[in-house]
């Protein structure tokens, strides 16, 4: 069974179409990434996925169930999404990767959100730090920890290394292929060249369709 | 007391009125006709309610006391709904927000000795209580609409990590009930260096001892507050949900 399936979804807002029957086949552990001009969908794409948004028209289907019969918050803390330009909460570093621990009423994991700190370039002083004194990279690097430190069987990074700096950017590729490793799925959404032509799986969007993909074919039915 | 206002007196007062209407000629306000309107309704309005407490405060009815009372927290809901800028069922919220931070005062106050049952205290009271809560509630309402539109991308992002409506909400509602009471913590701060507020002015105007007029501003000023925190409480909390969707998404 495939992990995640689009089926001919669409969503409109008004009279604007902005994606038209998408259709998408996506494997547990795979990393897919989605490319496409700025304002062709993609993020609207993924925020479906993320269950932010709800499409207009067709399926998504995740292991199987339709995401609108799932109780939305459980779901988004198993498909997880991280976006671009994130406001980091609270005062400390600490606060921040409290929260998705909080949100689930589990005891704080210290010796983890070190050794994620660590995972991201960051020393373990980072945990105590104010926000305010972030880097842009480092701000992005810590968002993206509270996604993943209770591990998610899907992270969505939704453009998050636009505007960062390369070694923010290698530091991040090593992050994903660490993910992938744990047999995370991982969708990229970019349009970044390096990150393009770095895909294993590419799927382009244009205009709110699906251009090109690994199977393309496959995914009409 | 020795309090009289005469009807020629009044009429001559009006001079006050044409002050200004004199301003908003010469400076071309275009509001002279707003103030005679706002003029005789006040006018109207006024003795309407005169006559009106003076027949109820004459029969001392329990039941008639606590419908005019009802009627009162009836039409500040009604006001509070209108500033609610499309929060969904701002009448039901503002009515029990409203409803409740009146009673509650109120069985205090009465419970404690401090104001008795009868329509002369009980009335003029509410009237207070309920239109504080009023302007409490439109602040929130006000509030909320703004938080929700400028921390669009905050609330996403709390969504986004799994937290449900009010975890993803919380920052906005602590911020807005603040908001809510924070007028009656600055105006209690002030009272009596700045404003000598309407109670106390009131009571001293009729004769009352000074020291006298003051304890029930002090009395006005506790009601106030804990009125204003009930109110502001029960209307965020009734109206955040309403920037949501039933599959929890922000709209």
Not at chain 1, 36 to 56: C, D, F, H, N
Not at chain 1, 80 to 92: D, I
Not at chain 2, 200 to 216: N, Q, T
Request: with cysteine; proline share 3%; net charge positive.
């Amino acid at each position: 069974m495939k992990q995640i399936v689009f089926e001919k979804v669409a969503y409109q807002v008004g009279q604007q179409q902005i994606l038209h029957n998408i259709s998408l086949q996506i494997d547990q552990g795979e990393v897919v990434t989605i490319a496409g001009p700025s304002g062709s969908g993609k993020s609207t794409l993924v925020k479906l996925l993320a269950s932010l948004l709800t499409p207009t028209a067709g399926q998504i289907w995740y292991q199987g169930r339709d995401i609108t019969q799932e109780e939305p918050v459980a779901y988004r803390r198993k498909v997880s999404y991280a976006m671009q330009q994130p406001t980091l909460f609270g005062k400390t570093v600490r606060e921040n990767l409290q929260f998705p621990y909080e949100l689930r009423q589990l005891d704080f994991d210290e010796q983890r959100a070190l050794a994620g700190l660590q995972a991201v370039g960051l020393t373990a002083v980072y945990l105590d730090r104010e926000v305010k004194n972030l880097s842009g990279g480092e701000r992005q690097r810590v968002a993206l920890l509270r996604n993943i430190l209770i591990l998610p069987e899907v992270l969505i990074m939704d453009e998050v290394t636009a505007g960062l700096d390369a070694n923010n950017r290698e530091i991040i590729a090593q992050l994903v292929a660490q993910l992938q490793q744990e047999g995370v799925t991982i969708i990229i959404v970019t349009h970044d060249e390096q990150e393009i032509a770095r895909a294993s799986r590419l799927v382009e969007i244009k205009q709110g369709q699906i251009m090109t993909g690994g199977q393309a074919s496959e995914f009409s039915r | 007391m020795n309090l009289v206002v005469s009807n020629q007196g009044l009429a001559l007062a009006f001079i006050l009125v044409l002050v200004t209407m004199g301003i908003a000629y010469r400076e071309k306000l275009q509001v002279n006709r707003d103030i005679i309107v706002s003029v005789f309704r006040a006018i109207v309005q006024l003795f309407l309610v005169g006559y009106l407490l003076k027949y109820v405060f004459r029969v001392n009815n329990y039941l008639l006391t606590i419908v005019l009372a009802l009627i009162i927290v009836f039409n500040a809901s009604y006001n509070a709904m209108k500033r609610s800028q499309g929060i969904t069922h701002a009448f039901r919220n503002s009515f029990l927000a409203i409803f409740v931070s009146t009673g509650v005062t109120l069985t205090v106050l009465i419970a404690v000795g401090t104001i008795k049952m009868v329509p002369s205290q009980l009335i003029p009271i509410t009237g207070m209580i309920a239109s504080n809560a009023m302007v409490a509630i439109g602040i929130c309402y006000r509030n909320l609409n703004q938080a929700f539109r400028d921390q669009r991308q905050q609330i996403l992002e709390r969504l986004a990590l799994g937290a449900d409506l009010k975890e993803a909400s919380l920052p906005i509602l602590r911020e807005t009930i603040k908001i809510g009471i924070q007028p009656t913590i600055d105006s209690a701060k002030t009272v009596g260096i700045v404003s000598l507020p309407g109670m106390m002015s009131g009571l001293i105007f009729a004769g009352v001892d000074p020291v006298r007029a003051i304890k029930y501003q002090i009395m006005v000023t506790f009601m106030l507050l804990s009125t204003t925190g009930i109110a502001s409480l029960i209307a965020t909390y009734l109206a955040y949900k309403s920037f949501y969707n039933e599959r929890k998404q922000l709209l």
